[in-house]
């Protein structure tokens, strides 16, 4: 049997013309997730892993928690999470050791998921990301391996510190020397998800499928049912705001070629990026919870900014661009901007949380990692970088905590010890990463 053909003998889609609409979990189709090892066990549902980043740094005076549990105490910037206290891990004091001591920025930044020492100059050498390696081992049980995304174009050219600015625009690797190319518009990652193509694009897709999804209407019962009626229709809200940003898009290609520019290179909204960079990042979230809810992908990476970040903040009464900003990190606008990024990590954890699987939710059985490349934009300081997980991961990673390894020496407080740590509870073990050759004690 062929990788599509076991796939399609496992998976319930809906079909229609150019398009194809995989389901959730539903208590009707058993066969979507791993049968019991024995009765009245429970059963096993994929796990998942997502990388969330902020480029330069947040807003240190105002990152802390305190506590365990519900009772958990959260400063405002982490106050978005408070939903999600019981499943959530404030790590602090974790810090990449070939991140320091190399310059400010790119040389801080391209090994964020990877621990790799990064080359400087014309070629780039660095090491393969955590979701990389994760997509390579589980890639074969999906459709897609990984997810890559973000929400600003990669800069060209090279530094001060002469590392080139490839490291400050890229979180997930595919090897030392080639970064995952990375989706940045919506209408495109949306069309991934469901193999939507050619001219069809501009029908709806449950236009397109309507008649199969009648058909599974009428087969499943009827708790089924009104999850399907829930699936079907939040795709379609996510499907309308999609429309949107495609016509935007469309129009940025025609622009290009009137002008012979190239529509990626050209300043934001011209090149057909959202222009409110709010609705830009809740629709990449809104793929990557479609994704994991249809078990498309359990692996993804989401920049919401790079490094040396030029995104504006007008909503947030926010004067400077994100890297000026940056420097001012106790200022109560960077505050804001910080809670901001939060509130994506908080508003994808919500998304997952309210798509049940099993007796449990898509949020019990994933990982989201929220993390940035410097604790002080200020200062450069990537001694220590802030870190939040949020999920269960299928119940092999507890939450409620409040763990600070910055006084238990470097060779214990090492970020790709947290990598190790998080890929065995996915059952991806490996001896080494990056710089680490031992597990996080205490996770």
């Known amino acids: 049997m062929t990788r599509s053909e076991w796939q399609m003998n496992r998976r319930a889609v809906l079909r229609g013309v150019g398009a194809v609409v995989a389901l959730p979990w539903l208590e009707s189709l058993p066969a979507w997730c791993g049968e019991p090892e024995s009765p009245g066990q429970p059963r096993t549902f994929p796990k998942r892993f997502a990388a969330l980043f902020m480029g330069n740094g947040i807003s240190p005076d105002h ?69 990389q390696v994760l997509a390579g081992r589980l890639g074969d049980a999906v459709p897609q391996p990984s997810l890559v995304l973000g ?36 209408s495109l990652a949306f069309d991934s998800l469901f193999d ?16 199969d999804a009648a058909r599974w209407n009428r087969q499943v019962g009827r708790a089924d049912r009104a999850r399907l009626d829930e699936y079907l229709t939040s795709v379609r809200e996510v499907e309308k705001r999609v429309a949107r940003a495609r016509a935007d898009q469309h129009a940025a290609t025609d622009r290009a070629e009137r002008r012979g520019q190239v529509a990626a290179l050209m300043p934001r909204p011209d090149n057909g990026l959202p222009e409110d960079i709010r609705e830009h990042m809740r629709l990449m979230c809104d793929v ?102 949020v999920g269960g991961l299928g119940g092999s990673l507890a939450g409620g905590r409040v763990l600070n390894y910055l006084d238990r020496g470097d060779d214990n407080r090492k970020l790709c010890s947290l990598y190790l740590s998080l890929m ?20």
């Not at 490291?167 to 595919?174: A, C």
């Open 151 to 186: 929400c600003e174009q990669p800069i060209t050219g090279y530094h001060e510190t002469n590392f080139s600015m490839a490291y400050s625009s890229h979180i997930s690797w595919q090897n030392a020397a080639s970064p995952v190319p990375m989706e940045v518009y919506p």
């Open 63 to 131: 990152w802390w928690a305190r506590g365990a549990g519900a009772e958990m105490e959260l400063s405002r910037t982490l106050a978005p999470l408070e939903p999600f206290k019981p499943r959530l891990n404030v790590i602090t004091g974790l810090f990449n050791k070939h991140a320091t001591g190399v310059g400010i920025h790119p040389g801080q930044t391209g090994n964020i998921l990877s621990g790799a020492a990064l080359q400087k100059g014309a070629v780039l050498k660095g090491g393969v990301s955590i979701d």
């Open 424 to 443: 065995d509870r996915m059952n991806v073990e490996l001896p080494e990463f990056g710089d680490a050759d031992t597990r996080l004690a205490g996770l």
């Open 196 to 211: 939507n193509h050619g001219s069809q694009r501009m029908l709806s897709i449950l236009d397109r499928v309507q008649d």
């Open 288 to 389: 990557i919870a479609l994704a994991f809810q249809t078990d498309k992908t359990r692996v993804a990476t989401l920049l919401l900014c790079r490094d040396l970040s030029g995104l504006f903040y007008p909503f947030l009464d926010v004067r400077l661009a994100h890297h000026p900003a940056s420097h001012e990190d106790k200022s109560d606008a960077y505050e804001r901007v910080s809670r901001y990024y939060v509130s994506q990590l908080a508003y994808l954890a919500g998304r997952l949380a309210a798509m049940p699987e099993g007796e449990g939710t898509v949020l019990d059985n994933s990982c989201l990692m929220f993390i940035s490349n410097l604790w002080s934009g200020s200062a450069h300081d990537s001694g220590k970088v802030p870190l939040l997980l």
